[in-house]
């Protein structure tokens, strides 16, 4: 089992970043414009995945299992890639002088692929743009997000 | 045992990116812009950080294990926090159409603390600088570098 684990610090208010990842209209704005679903426990988050064109380059469904008000959010991966099926994906918040401190983990990948480097360095950028869309009000989701090369 | 892993693609020749990776002037253009010592084979490579302002926050020092050209760097922790004594970090290269293709791993992290959560992240944002580097002649190195947060 190997994880991707990022750290960022947010100079803003617990409750915005929890907005931001605790609700559909939250995740559109930093991670894919193309959020559908029900962010509640239980519910389902449908995130799909544009190239700048317009043409659909797939997604994840993910499983909302925990939304804990200004501390924690943990999705589960129902339907996506092969490697991400059954992973979980968390961000445990906490407050730190003038920070909001995301921790993040997406855990249970089977194997270290290359596909699972890619992804890390994608969650980093997405994370970036989490920060951005609290501190500036606005993120760069897909299909605005920073290319990290030939995947996309 | 925790690995940090990344995977970017760059748009330039392999030579270019090996060149950023395996001398000093490379790697000050995009990690750190003071960087010392001698880049070869059993070689010492002293990386020191600043902030913006000046003050020194501490640094590593790397033997350099591997110079494979067009192919691998790898370096070992020798000196700096803890946590990094004895991790070894390396750079796989190779060419996948237009792009050289990086596979980056950080390992030997005896746990998966939480600032191994923040090197990650940091990993992931000093790629791009390498990345940037090569496309554009211009990196973002120390003390330039983009702030994911509080630490820095």
Known sequence: MA??????GIKGPLSEVYKALATREGAAAWWTGNTQGESKPGGMLKFRFHTREG??????DMKVLELQPGRRV??????????????KVSFDLRQEGD??????????WKEAAEFMHHCSTKWAIFLMSLKSLVETG????????VTVGDWH
């Open 138 to 145: 606005k993120g760069q989701p897909s299909p605005e997000d």
């Open 74 to 87: 943990l999705w589960q991966v129902v339907e996506g890639p092969a490697e991400w099926i059954g992973t």
């Open 3 to 8: 994880d991707i684990l990022h750290r960022v």
């Open 55 to 60: 043409n659909e380059i797939g997604g994840f």
């Open 99 to 108: 920070y909001s401190i995301v921790l993040f983990k997406h855990q249970g």
